[in-house]
């Protein structure tokens, strides 16, 4: 009896030590989250500091408990693209805002119209004879986008500019799964449905190359002219075409091809640059590694909420790869955003809805829920206005068939009308261990899918005929939805992708425009007057999960920034293992028939949460 109290008190005692540190961990967690809340009292005179450390997104995912316990070293934040076009926009009207300073060392991008309305809003700061400043270590093709719109671009000593352009290598496992022995069960339609072939090819179909070839010419040559307009000096286009040859020209010097191709302005470290504003907008009395007078990004986005004055135009995201269940937001999770779109058809207020899509796809059945949804408002009589961001592909343009009026910009990627699914099975890898299957069968379906023994020919049929049939409700939609027939649709279907200016010469697109655009058209067709009404974002603020799951932290500025040419090499290294994992990860594990747009992820995954992109697998490698 003695040794069972000493083994009761143990085990109470470790029972109370666990409530105590879960307790520990809350209360600090809740100090964390409290002290980090904007200030908004703290905004006084100075520079906006736009310390862009991380990714550019639609909606960004929930914040991590535990990443805000542990403030994890690299932690990559993601930043809302309304709100820092609103901020920038804010800046431009603010007195107490001398000068915006973009900070783009730790900056891993976006997609490609994020980055241009972004743009845009930097042009509506300079037209008010507000200098913009930007730094970095190292600039590539995202962060010289948003730096070409400064009066004055400055880079390190040490640091240098590449530029790659879309594009590059995919890799193949077909010949890797045959060598281990497992079967790829492939169950697709249409020609360009490129998402798939890593399993079933050693290389690129020549469809898949057309494609591309054509989407990545639209891209580099978008980016080519905005960078051109932007800033007219920089001889951008001739050392993009031979990089080797201006560098050993240049003995390796890379500040000074930058420096002869009018690429930046100034040489000098970040000190030199801190000090160099602090001249323009006065120095901070408190010791600052940036010397200058500056406003934190975050009080001022909290200074400068959204208006509200008018009537409200309800607008519903998208964001993230779609799938079924209540998950987000930073993904497409169908039931949260149908809880979304049925509640705003209960506010007898919102007269109409703006449905921002920011994805390449996912679950045919996701998608087809989420159209649904919308479907019920049209019924009611509420216009709905589809507003496109980076990509609207497969999936996601399965949702916004639902919209009377549907607007993308010219950089937008779309299409993808094709579906999919893909089931392994293990029977060669079985076999070369010498196992072997036998059984007994009541029906022909019996045991089936057999994932040991291999599918039989009546399933490889029954799941082949099923995604026929999904693609030809997928045409038939879209169909009824642009007034086309479904041969009119295959015709411009059967998986390939598009940029918004050939979507809409196809007559997938109705018009160009951002979200500005498109509530303009929504307040249009509800008949509301011009300049009285409002965006009601119908959604929930990102909050804290309390377990991790795939997604990343939403913190503060530390992820290590790109030194130069070698740093940059380094990271393209880690991407390419990232999306290594990522493709043989998504496709084997996904549960449903796909209208998922994989070509897409050159621009996608880039920047985007919720799902398992890139950013997510980059976090669990380093």
Known sequence: MQFARAAWRFLVAIKDGLVLIAMLLFFAALYAALSSRPNVAAIGEGALLLDLNGVIVEQPAQIDFLATLTADENAIREYRLRDVVRAIDSAATDDRVKAVVLDLSTFLGGGQTSLSAIGEALERVKKTDKPIYAFSNFYSDDSYQLAAHADEIWMDPMGGVIFAGPGGNRLYFKNLIEQIGITA????????????????????????????????????????????????????????????????????????????????????????????????????????????????????????????????????????????????????ASGRIAEQIYAALEKEEIKALVVRVDSPGGSAFASEEIRLALADVKQAGIPIVISMGDVAASGGYWVAAAGDHIMAEPDTITGSIGVFAVLPSFEKMLGKWGITTDGVQTTPLSGEPDFVGGFSEDVNTILQSGVEHSYQSFLKLVGDARGKSSAEVDNIGQGRVWDGGTARQLGLVDSFGGMDDALAEAAKRAGLKEASYYPEYLEAEPGFRLLPIDGLPFGEATQAPVTGLVGWAARQQKTVFAEALNTARGLMMREDVQALCLECGGSWQRGKSGSPDLLTLLKSYW
Do not use: C
Request: proline share 7%.
């Open 185 to 332: 069960h492939i169950y697709r339609v249409g020609t360009y449905k490129s998402a798939v072939e890593p399993f079933m090819r050693a290389d690129q179909s020549p469809e898949s190359r057309e494609a591309s070839e054509a989407l990545y010419s639209v891209l580099w040559d978008s980016w080519i002219a905005e960078v051109k307009k932007a800033r007219p000096q920089a001889l951008v286009q001739p050392y993009a075409n031979d990089p080797a040859s201006f560098v050993r020209t240049a003995g390796g010097d890379y500040t000074k091809v930058a420096a002869q191709q009018k690429l930046i302005d100034k040489i000098g470290d970040r000190v030199a640059f801190g000090r160099y504003v602090a001249s323009k907008v006065g120095t901070d009395k408190k010791p600052s590694p940036d010397s200058f007078k500056s406003i934190a990004y975050d009080n001022f986005v909290a200074a400068h909420p959204v208006k509200t004055n008018g009537d409200p135009i309800g607008v519903i995201t998208v964001a993230g790869e779609i799938v079924s269940g209540k998950a987000g937001p930073g993904i497409a």
